[in-house]
């Protein structure tokens, strides 16, 4: 069976350009960062080559990238970054938030929230989209940082971060903004020079775009203080201590030059150049999700279609159980994702569903269908023949 893998939010597959990058820093260049000698120097030139080309492709300085193990450090350290100083003191402090925020944040704000910070979860519109005039209502004096993802990881919602960082800004200068990035890179530009400018701190994972799993980066601007999350050496400007992850930085140096590249060829718009085989990414979601939506009656989409990253649908098929749906395909070799989070054993209806007004009934009938950039025509052809069939069994048995 050939499979056909539409997961690409959980995880790229890594691409043969970054992994003959970072292949050599296993077997000949491993030397460790930090060591003065040749091998050692090697390493380091090549963690700081990642580090420029990271950097280009966010339109940022070098020195403000900080090298992690992945989005959820990543995100972690933003939060507790900026909030710890303000618990040693005492300090009344409010963070917003909101309801649709990958675990990563939700749950580092809960653990932040019983240690005495104040906390806003803002709650989406039905599209998925946070709402200007909302997010402004809810900076109040004292509030020190927000952190609002830049494109959700189940409907691919784009949130207007460059407005609300602009809003937070005029309310307070001293406000600081987190984005959680990391299902908007190699998807969406992402320029901390323009569109986002008044972003402080923005969080990207290596395994969204390409690279390996376990490496990631957050961008700290210039200027801004961060409480690191470790203790033990100087590393990354004594941001991150532990030795690099010299491969994986040297992989997402490499995926960040693929990503640049697929973003100048697609005039620097989302990155999907309309006449190159890259360029398919949306218009195969597009025909995945209008031939789903014309085959398979009672089928909706989740979330703005307007606001939206190019490889993401999220489909609800009224009075099917997606968990059933998602066994169903894997069974005939289909990759797919259905918003929920097993927590103690029971399967939970996706919270980013339900703060979005969907039913709990709604929410379990919904399937995430995320394409990546090796996802061929042939295989949505597949896909279409695989899921009105299976849709239809399923609803046969109800
Ligand atoms: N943030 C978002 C929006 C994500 O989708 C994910 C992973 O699914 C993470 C954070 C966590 O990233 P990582 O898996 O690299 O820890």
Not at 172 to 185: E, G, K, M
Not at 282 to 304: C, F, K, M, Q, V
Request: aromatic share 4%; hydrophobic share 40%; net charge neutral.
């Amino acid at each position: 069976m050939q499979r056909i893998y539409l997961d690409a939010n959980a995880t790229t597959p890594v691409l043969p350009e970054v992994f003959d990058a970072m292949r050599p820093f296993w077997l000949e260049a491993f030397g460790n960062p930090s060591s003065a000698h040749h091998s050692g120097q090697r390493a380091r030139s090549a963690v700081e080559r990642a580090r420029a080309s990271v950097a280009k492709l966010m339109n940022c300085a070098a020195k403000e990238i900080v090298f992690t193990s992945g989005g959820t450090e990543s995100d972690n350290l933003a939060l507790s970054g900026i909030l710890q100083p303000f618990l040693d003191d005492r300090q009344p402090s409010h963070l917003v938030t909101t309801q649709i925020e990958h675990h990563a944040v939700l749950y580092a704000a809960e653990a932040l929230e019983k240690r005495g910070i104040e906390v806003t979860y803002l709650a989406p519109t039905r599209d998925g989209i946070v709402d200007p005039a909302t997010f402004e209502a809810a900076l109040r004096p004292h509030t020190r940082l927000v952190s609002i993802m830049l494109a959700n990881n189940e409907t691919g919602a784009i949130q207007p971060i460059g407005k609300l960082a602009r809003i937070a800004k005029a309310h307070n200068r001293s406000i600081l903004f987190h984005t959680d990035a990391v299902q908007a890179a190699a998807k969406l530009p992402l320029d901390l020079t323009g569109e986002f400018k008044n972003v402080d701190l923005l969080s990207i994972s290596g395994h969204k775009m390409y690279a390996p799993q376990g490496t990631g980066v957050l961008f700290v601007r210039s200027g801004v203080h961060l409480t690191p999350l470790f203790h033990g050496g100087p590393h990354e400007r004594q941001r991150r201590a532990g030795t690099e992850n010299v491969p994986g930085i040297v992989a997402l140096g490499r995926a960040a030059e693929l990503a640049l590249n697929w973003q100048l060829e697609a005039g620097n718009s989302q990155l999907v150049p309309p006449n190159s085989s890259s360029a398919t990414i949306a218009a195969l979601r597009d025909r995945l999700e209008s031939g789903l939506l014309a085959t398979i009656p009672n089928t909706h989409i989740n979330g703005s279609t307007t606001h939206r990253v190019p490889n993401t649908t999220n489909l609800r098929f009224d009075g099917v159980d997606a968990e059933s749906l998602l066994i169903a395909l894997d069974m005939q070799g289909i990759a797919a994702s259905f918003g929920a989070a097993c927590q103690s054993g029971a399967t939970e209806p996706s919270h980013v569903l339900l703060a979005m007004g969907l039913s709990p009934a709604e929410a379990r009938s919904s399937l995430r269908l995320s394409l990546s950039r090796l996802t061929t025509a042939d295989e949505i052809d597949r896909t279409l023949q695989i899921i009105p069939a299976a849709v239809a069994r399923l609803r046969s048995l109800a």
